[in-house]
C-alpha cells in the first residue's frame, strides 16, 4: 500500500455462508413453531370400540310363550262305586340321618388319608428319584476313575518309554566314549611306540657315527629338547575353546616336514584326537609357527613330532 492509495477494509471470509446459516436456522425455528400451534388447535378425534370376550357363552334363553289357558268341560259326576276294603300298610323304615359332626369326622379322615397316600407317593417319588442320582453319581465317578487309570497308564508307557530311550542313548554314549578311549589308548601306545622306535635308531645312529651328533645333523631328526621347545611355541599360537562336555584329553599327533633355512615344508596329521575343530586349530598354530629356529647344533631338523592335547593348553 501506498500513501496515495486509500486504506480499505479487507472483507471478512466466509459472510455468505454464515448470512445462508441464520437464514435456514430461523426458518426451521419458524416451521416449528407453526407447527405446535397448530397441533394443540387441533380437535380430538373420539374413537369408539366394541370389546369382545374371546370366549364364546351361550346367549340367554328367550322367554317362552305364555299358553292360553284351556277351557275344560264340566266333569261328569262319577257312579258311586262300593268302598274298598282296606289293605294294611307297610311299617315304614327309617333311613339312619347321618349327624354333622359324624360327617365332618369322615371326611375329615378321608382328606388325612389322600394326604397321607399322596405323602407316600411323593416319597417314593423322591426316593426312587434320589437313587437315580445316586446311580448316575456313581457311574460318573466310576468313569472318572478309569478315565484317571487310563491316563496314568498313557503317562507310565511315555515315562517308561522315554527312559529306555534314554537309557538307549546313554549306553550309546558310553559305548562311543568306550570306543574314543580305546582308540585314544590304542593311538598313544602306537605313539609312545613310534617315539621309542626313533630313540632308539637317533641312539643307533649315534652310536655308528662316532661323534653323536647324527641327530643334530641337516637332514636328521629333532632331539627331544628340540621337539619340547617347538612344541611350546606350537601350543602358545593354538587358538581353542575347550567344551566342558569334552570326555578325556584325547591327544593330537602331527609330523613336520622343514626345509633347511626352518620353513615348513609339510604337516601331516599321523594321529587324530576325534575333535576336528582342535585338530584345525593345532595344524594352523603349526603354519602360524613357521620359519623354526635350529637345534643346539646350529642346523634344522628335517621332521619333528608334536602331540598336543586340547585340556593342555
Same mark, same amino acid.
Given at each position: 500500500?501506498?500513501?496515495?492509495?486509500?486504506?480499505?477494509?479487507?472483507?471478512?471470509?466466509?459472510?455468505?455462508?454464515?448470512?445462508l446459516?441464520?437464514?435456514v436456522v430461523?426458518?426451521? #425455528?419458524?416451521?416449528l413453531?407453526?407447527?405446535?400451534?397448530r397441533?394443540?388447535?387441533?380437535?380430538p378425534?373420539?374413537?369408539?370400540a366394541e370389546v369382545?370376550?374371546p370366549?364364546?357363552?351361550?346367549a340367554?334363553?328367550?322367554?317362552r310363550?305364555?299358553?292360553e289357558?284351556e277351557?275344560k268341560?264340566?266333569p261328569?259326576p262319577p257312579?258311586?262305586?262300593?268302598?274298598?276294603?282296606e289293605?294294611?300298610?307297610?311299617?315304614?323304615i327309617? !333311613?339312619?340321618v347321618?349327624?354333622p359332626?359324624?360327617?365332618l369326622? !369322615?371326611?375329615?379322615k378321608?382328606?388325612?388319608?389322600?394326604?397321607? #397316600?399322596?405323602?407316600e407317593?411323593?416319597?417314593e417319588?423322591?426316593? !426312587?428319584?434320589k437313587?437315580?442320582l445316586?446311580e448316575?453319581r456313581? !457311574?460318573?465317578?466310576?468313569?472318572q476313575?478309569?478315565?484317571?487309570k487310563?491316563?496314568?497308564k498313557?503317562?507310565q508307557?511315555k515315562l517308561?518309554a522315554a527312559?529306555?530311550?534314554?537309557?538307549?542313548?546313554e549306553?550309546?554314549?558310553?559305548?562311543?566314549?568306550?570306543?574314543?578311549?580305546?582308540q585314544?589308548?590304542a593311538e598313544?601306545k602306537?605313539?609312545?611306540?613310534r617315539?621309542?622306535?626313533?630313540?632308539?635308531?637317533?641312539?643307533?645312529?649315534a652310536?655308528?657315527?662316532?661323534?653323536?651328533?647324527a641327530?643334530?645333523?641337516?637332514?636328521g631328526r629333532a632331539?627331544?629338547?628340540?621337539?619340547?621347545?617347538?612344541?611350546?611355541?606350537i601350543?602358545?599360537?593354538?587358538i581353542?575353546?575347550?567344551?566342558?562336555?569334552?570326555?578325556g584329553?584325547?591327544?593330537?599327533?602331527y609330523?613336520?616336514? #622343514?626345509l633347511? %633355512?626352518g620353513?615348513l615344508?609339510?604337516?601331516?596329521?599321523v594321529r587324530?584326537?576325534?575333535?576336528?575343530?582342535?585338530d584345525?586349530?593345532?595344524?594352523?598354530?603349526?603354519?602360524?609357527?613357521?620359519?623354526f629356529?635350529p637345534d643346539r647344533?646350529g642346523?634344522?631338523?628335517?621332521s619333528?613330532?608334536?602331540?598336543?592335547?586340547?585340556? %593342555?593348553?
Amino acid at each position: 500500500m501506498s500513501d496515495s492509495t486509500p486504506y480499505n477494509m479487507p472483507k471478512e471470509p466466509g459472510r455468505w455462508r454464515a448470512i445462508l446459516l441464520a437464514t435456514v436456522v430461523h426458518a426451521a #425455528l419458524f416451521g416449528l413453531l407453526w407447527f405446535g400451534i397448530r397441533w394443540q388447535n387441533e380437535t380430538p378425534v373420539a374413537v369408539e370400540a366394541e370389546v369382545w370376550s374371546p370366549q364364546a357363552r351361550e346367549a340367554a334363553p328367550r322367554p317362552r310363550p305364555v299358553p292360553e289357558p284351556e277351557v275344560k268341560p264340566k266333569p261328569t259326576p262319577p257312579e258311586p262305586k262300593p268302598a274298598p276294603k282296606e289293605v294294611p300298610k307297610p311299617p315304614v323304615i327309617e !333311613q339312619p340321618v347321618d349327624k354333622p359332626d359324624i360327617a365332618l369326622e !369322615q371326611e375329615k379322615k378321608r382328606i388325612e388319608e389322600k394326604k397321607r #397316600l399322596d405323602d407316600e407317593k411323593r416319597k417314593e417319588k423322591e426316593r !426312587q428319584e434320589k437313587a437315580r442320582l445316586e446311580e448316575e453319581r456313581q !457311574q460318573k465317578i466310576a468313569e472318572q476313575k478309569a478315565e484317571e487309570k487310563r491316563i496314568e497308564k498313557e503317562k507310565q508307557e511315555k515315562l517308561a518309554a522315554a527312559k529306555k530311550k534314554a537309557d538307549a542313548e546313554e549306553l550309546k554314549k558310553k559305548q562311543a566314549a568306550e570306543k574314543l578311549k580305546e582308540q585314544i589308548a590304542a593311538e598313544e601306545k602306537a605313539a609312545e611306540k613310534r617315539h621309542q622306535e626313533n630313540l632308539e635308531r637317533m641312539t643307533a645312529q649315534a652310536g655308528t657315527g662316532g661323534s653323536g651328533n647324527a641327530p643334530k645333523t641337516q637332514g636328521g631328526r629333532a632331539d627331544s629338547d628340540y621337539a619340547g621347545r617347538v612344541g611350546s611355541k606350537i601350543k602358545s599360537n593354538t587358538i581353542f575353546n575347550v567344551s566342558d562336555a569334552l570326555s578325556g584329553n584325547p591327544p593330537v599327533e602331527y609330523e613336520v616336514q #622343514l626345509l633347511p %633355512d626352518g620353513s615348513l615344508r609339510s604337516v601331516r596329521k599321523v594321529r587324530p584326537s576325534g575333535v576336528p575343530g582342535f585338530d584345525e586349530a593345532v595344524a594352523r598354530a603349526i603354519e602360524r609357527s613357521s620359519p623354526f629356529p635350529p637345534d643346539r647344533s646350529g642346523t634344522v631338523p628335517s621332521s619333528f613330532n608334536v602331540i598336543h592335547r586340547p585340556k %593342555d593348553q
